[in-house]
């Protein structure tokens, strides 16, 4: 399994910014693709699950993104998003994508699919 983050970047608060990662390794179109944050001296946290083909209706946002990040997929490019518009100071992390599932309406890494990719790093500056 490999997954591959991209479009991290420095931006100032209110600005917005695109990340896309590509999974490989697996039936992507099978799982639930989530995206997980780490700020420093933190946990990591997940912060959207897209459901898969014939799985639940709804993305499940983390309180902190929603209304203002927008989780996509296209299976055919074995690829999931996240548009993140309204970035705060308080967004700044590494992010990573893996698969995911929900409990209890929180974001957790799907059982049997312990992989991370290398992560990209989102600074948001006041």
């Known amino acids: 399994v490999q997954l591959v983050e991209s479009g991290g970047g420095t931006v100032q608060a209110g600005e917005s910014l695109s990340l896309s990662c590509v999974a490989s390794g697996f039936n992507f179109e099978d799982y639930d693709m989530g995206w997980f944050r780490e700020a420093s001296g933190k946990m990591r946290e997940g912060v959207s699950c897209?459901?898969?083909?014939?799985?639940?209706?709804?993305?499940i946002y983390s309180n902190p993104v929603k209304g203002r990040f927008t989780a996509s997929r296209d299976n055919a490019k074995n690829s999931v998003y996240l548009q993140m518009n309204g970035l705060k100071p308080e967004d700044t992390a590494d992010y990573y994508c893996?698969?995911?599932?929900?409990?209890?309406?929180?974001?957790?890494?799907?059982?049997?699919?312990?992989?991370w990719g290398k992560g990209t790093p989102v600074t948001v500056s006041s």
């Open positions: 893996a698969a995911c599932t929900i409990v209890n309406g929180r974001i957790f890494m799907a059982r049997g699919m312990n992989y």
């Open positions: 897209i459901p898969r083909m014939g799985g639940p209706v709804t993305t």
